[in-house]
C-alpha cells in the first residue's frame, strides 16, 4: 500500500480518527493525503465577484492554517504527509481528481445521517461510496488505536473481489488475521437454501484465501438490519462488504446496502468495489 487519502472537515469526528489514519499510514509505510473540499459559494450568495473571491481567498488561509496544526500533531510525527485544498461542489469530487486516482485505501470520519436529511442529501460517507473506486474505510465512533479481533465480512458470495482482495488480505495480516465471519442473509427476496449456500461460500473462501473463516447465514426481513444484529452479536470491529457504486436512475431504484449500513452502523464499515463484471451480471439480471 503506497498511498492513503483522508478528508478532512477539521470536526471533531474528523480529529478523533486522525489517529487511526496515521496507525494505518505508519503500519503500511504509506504517504498520507489530508484533503479539504472548499465548497464553492452557491450563485449570487455573493453580491459581487470580487467578494466573492475575497471569501475564497480568506477561506484558504484559514484552511492552510488548520493543516499546519494538524501536520504538528503528534500523531503525525515522521510520517509522510502531503495536503490540499480543494474547490469543489461537493466533497465527493476529490475522486475526480487524476492525483488521487490511484489512491489504495480512502478514509473517513462520519456521524452518518438520518431523517430528512438521509432521504434528501444522504450522508459525504454514502456520496463516497458511491463513487470510489478504491477501498473505503469508514470510521464511526473510532478508538484512538484500531485493533481489529472480529470482522464480519457480509456477501452473497457470486461478487467479484478480485480488484480489493489484495488489500483485504493486506489488512488481515497487519492485525494477526483476525477472526472473520462470512455472512449471507437470507430475505423472503434473496432465499438461497442452505445446501446451494454453503458450497457457494466454500468456494467462496478458497477462491480468496480465507482460510479459517466461519461461514454463517441468517434470516432476516432485511439485509440490513440482519447485518448490524450479527455484527453487533459477534461484538465486531468492522463490517466489510463489497459495493456496485449504484449511481442515477439505478441507484434511485436499488439503493445501496453498502451506503446504508455505513451510514447507520456504530462500528467502522470497509467498503469494497466490485469488478465491473459483476454489475453487468447484475443489471442483466434484473433486465431476464
Known sequence: MKTILFPTDFSNEAAKALPVVAQLARLFNADLHLIHVLQRLMPGYAPRI?????????????????FDALKATPALNALRVHTHALTAADPADLLDDPRFAAADLLVMASTGASGLKELLLGSTAEHLIRRATMPLLVLKNP?????????????????????????LQMLFDAFDYPAVHLLYINTLNHFVPTHELLPRMEAFARRYQLSGCSFNQQDEYDVETGLLAFAHEKQADLIVLGTHGRRGLRHLLQ???AEDVANHATISVLALPLHQETVLATVQGLLN
Not at 145 to 167: E, P, R
Request: aromatic content about 12%.
Open 255 to 257: 439503493g445501496s446496502i
Open 50 to 66: 470580487h467578494d466573492a473571491d475575497a471569501q475564497h481567498l480568506d477561506a484558504l488561509i484559514v484552511i492552510e492554517a488548520a
Open 143 to 167: 478508538p484512538g488505536y484500531l485493533d481489529l479481533k472480529t470482522i464480519v465480512f457480509a456477501s452473497d458470495f457470486a461478487g467479484q473481489y478480485d480488484a480489493s482482495i489484495d488489500f
